[in-house]
């Protein structure tokens, strides 16, 4: 089992839909989940990042966690063309520590047709 | 915010050759990553600095791969005798270990296709 599982998609939603990822995990030593953006031929960048488990929430975007059920979402709301990208999680134990990484999910392809 | 810049941003190379990158973080970032990513995956950890000291490498790294940040500022990742399988994209990213949750900022890589 991947410590992080994400389905690869693609998703297609129509605009003005809500859009709703996921991921999984086994370890449950991770503390830190964030979503990044990739767009084709570009780096990742940060959308958002969580702490443990609960919502958060910045604009269109909602992050949540559910640290119970090893289990992670973004939903995006009012989606738009511009939105269409690949969507990875991340998660990490503890980046205060010397030999901490970030584990990255397969990402899922979102496409948003106008 | 110059952000992450890498270097070249393509490369074809032919099997055999060696290759290297080179990655200039955000100026105070102290930690540097690389990491590598083929198509429909995510980003794979390979290696990390944390100024110029190496902390960690992925076993992924196979002894054909080498990275340095011999002053703690940019780093190079160099491939010798590349094969087909190290066709990627290899990324970069820096954070800051100033204290709290630091993200990893990413450059836009460089995409290496080994013929």
């Known amino acids: 089992q991947k410590e992080v599982e994400q389905d690869p998609g693609p998703l297609s939603v129509p605009e003005g839909a809500i859009v709703s990822l996921n991921c999984t995990y086994s370890n449950s030593a991770f503390q830190y989940f964030m979503w990044y953006r990739q767009y084709s031929r570009k780096g990742p960048e940060l959308l958002m990042y969580t702490y443990s488990s609960g919502n958060k929430e910045d604009g269109r975007f909602t992050a949540q966690v559910d640290k119970s059920s090893k289990y992670i979402s973004l939903f995006i709301r009012d989606s738009q063309p511009s939105d269409s990208a690949t969507y990875l999680c991340a998660m990490s134990s503890d980046l205060r520590n010397r030999d901490d990484k970030i584990i990255f999910g397969k990402g899922t392809r979102l496409h948003i047709l106008p | 915010d110059t952000g992450v810049s890498q270097d070249p941003r393509h490369k074809i190379t032919k099997r055999g050759q060696n290759v290297t990158f080179r990655c200039d973080p955000i100026s105070e970032h102290n930690r540097l990553y690389w990491y590598r990513q083929t198509l429909g995956q995510g980003p794979e950890f390979l290696t990390y600095?944390?100024?110029?000291?190496?902390?960690?490498k992925s076993r992924l790294l196979s002894d054909r791969f080498s990275a340095e940040r011999p002053k703690g500022s940019f780093s190079t990742l160099e491939i010798q005798r590349t094969e087909q399988g190290d066709s990627a994209m290899y990324l970069c990213?820096?954070?800051?270990?100033?204290?709290?949750?630091?993200?990893?900022?990413f450059g836009n890589g460089t995409r290496l296709t080994v013929t």
């Open positions: 990213a820096s954070s800051s270990r100033a204290g709290g949750f630091s993200p990893l900022h």
């Open positions: 600095f944390q100024n110029e000291a190496q902390l960690e």
